[in-house]
């Protein structure tokens, strides 16, 4: 078949990832979609079972780091189009390992880059590359104001260091070499398919085995908060619609405190589990903060809903509610990914706090 456009997705294979290639395969049949993954702890192919037998759809196991065969690759195939998503993610392992974010979130997106501009060389028309990043970028919020696409940025975390460096590389590739980019900087992501080292699953797992709640700190740090669905469907809009050179913020205009938002997930666990109302609140313990805790993340997504007429679909409590079920219904994900190295890591993680 000819197809329309080969688009190169990375970092498929996790969360965000999962959901983008999903929607594009099934959405656009006369897209060939090629998804790169080195399969790192947080990426598992068994996200993406129902997509293999799709025509359009292909998987390459391979390191964005590793410059000569990200090369050779988009020497081979020619892509079109890369939209950008393989990272390390987790602030915490940042804090940890922080010469690793460097690795794969600066180096990693310059070979991209790099690859982009060569086979491109200079015919940049019907071309795009797309790069996925946070709004972490922009720092902390005190209890006023939202980050807009024209905050200054100002990372605090290794994590959100290593992706402001990844988003000025691509502003520089475009100013410099014409390179086709735009940018989108979302807030936190919640869903199917979220390893469980983040707040959301990882709660959901410890409250169904009865194991402690580490909250950091006092719980007082806000997040803004969307349902995966939506920002993978702004993702697709940007893509298409976009001017080049532009960046679009993608918020939920969904802010809770940890602690109020982690009340409401044991009320809904209670409810799922059968449990006396207020059991899993029990578990909840306070715990030493993460270092350099960013206290608040508020985005103002208005340029994406005037200019796209994008706007989020579901309610928190809806969205949560079903991101529940997901989990108890997919318990056989969830302990395939927590078994291994997944307890070294918890351990290691939890036991100093
Ligand atoms: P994730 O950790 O679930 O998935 C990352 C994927 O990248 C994994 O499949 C992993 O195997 C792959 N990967 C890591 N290093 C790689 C390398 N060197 N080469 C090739 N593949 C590699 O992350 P996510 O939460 O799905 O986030 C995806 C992107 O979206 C990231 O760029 C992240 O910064 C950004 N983002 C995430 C959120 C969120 O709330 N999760 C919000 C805004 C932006
Ligand atoms: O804002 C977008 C970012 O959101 C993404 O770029 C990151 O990839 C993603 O991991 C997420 O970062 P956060 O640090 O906000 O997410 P996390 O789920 O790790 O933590 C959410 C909040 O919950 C944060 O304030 C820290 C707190 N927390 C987290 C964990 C894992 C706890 O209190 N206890 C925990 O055990």
Not at 134 to 146: I, R
Not at 326 to 331: G, I
Request: with cysteine; aromatic share 12%; charged share 25%.
């Amino acid at each position: 078949m000819d197809y329309k456009k080969k688009i190169l997705i990375t970092g498929g294979a996790g969360f965000i990832g999962s959901h983008l290639v999903r929607l594009f395969v099934n959405k656009y049949p006369n897209y060939q979609i090629v998804n790169l993954d080195v399969l790192t702890y947080a990426g598992n192919l068994a996200n993406l079972t129902d997509l293999e037998k799709k025509s359009n759809y292909s998987f390459v196991k391979m390191d964005i780091v590793d410059a000569s065969s990200i090369q050779e690759l988009f020497e081979t195939e020619q892509f079109t189009d890369v939209i950008h998503l393989a990272a390390e993610s987790h602030v915490d392992r940042s804090i940890t390992n922080p010469t690793e974010f460097v690795m794969t979130n600066v180096i990693g997106t310059v070979n991209l880059l790099n690859s982009a501009k060569h086979i491109w060389n200079d015919h940049f028309e019907g071309k795009r590359f797309y790069h996925v990043s946070t709004d972490e970028v922009y720092g902390s919020l005190g209890n006023t104001g939202m980050f807009e696409e024209t905050t200054a940025y100002d990372p605090h975390s290794p994590y959100s260091a290593s992706k402001a460096s990844s988003d000025h590389f691509v502003r520089a590739y475009f100013d410099t070499y014409g390179l086709p980019s735009v940018i989108s900087n979302c807030s936190n992501n919640y869903g199917s398919y979220q390893f469980p080292e983040k707040l959301i699953p990882l709660f959901i797992n410890n409250i169904q085995n009865n194991k402690a709640l580490p909250v950091y700190g006092k719980g007082e740090n806000i997040r803004d908060w969307l349902w995966v669905e939506d920002h993978v469907r702004a993702i697709d809009l940007i893509f298409h619609q976009a001017e080049l050179g532009t960046t679009y913020n993608i918020g939920g205009h969904n802010e809770w405190t940890n602690i109020d938002l982690i009340k409401l997930l044991c009320e809904i666990m209670d409810k799922k589990l059968n449990r006396k109302t207020g059991e899993s609140e029990q578990l909840i313990t306070y715990v030493k903060d993460r270092a350099g805790h960013d206290l608040r993340y508020a985005i103002d997504s208005s340029k994406l809903q005037k200019d796209l007429g994008w706007k989020p679909s579901l309610q928190f409590e809806e969205g949560l509610t079903k991101t529940v079920e997901w989990y108890l219904e997919n318990s056989e994900w969830l302990n395939s990914v927590t078994s291994g190295d997944y307890q070294k890591y918890y351990n290691e993680q939890y036991q100093k706090r």
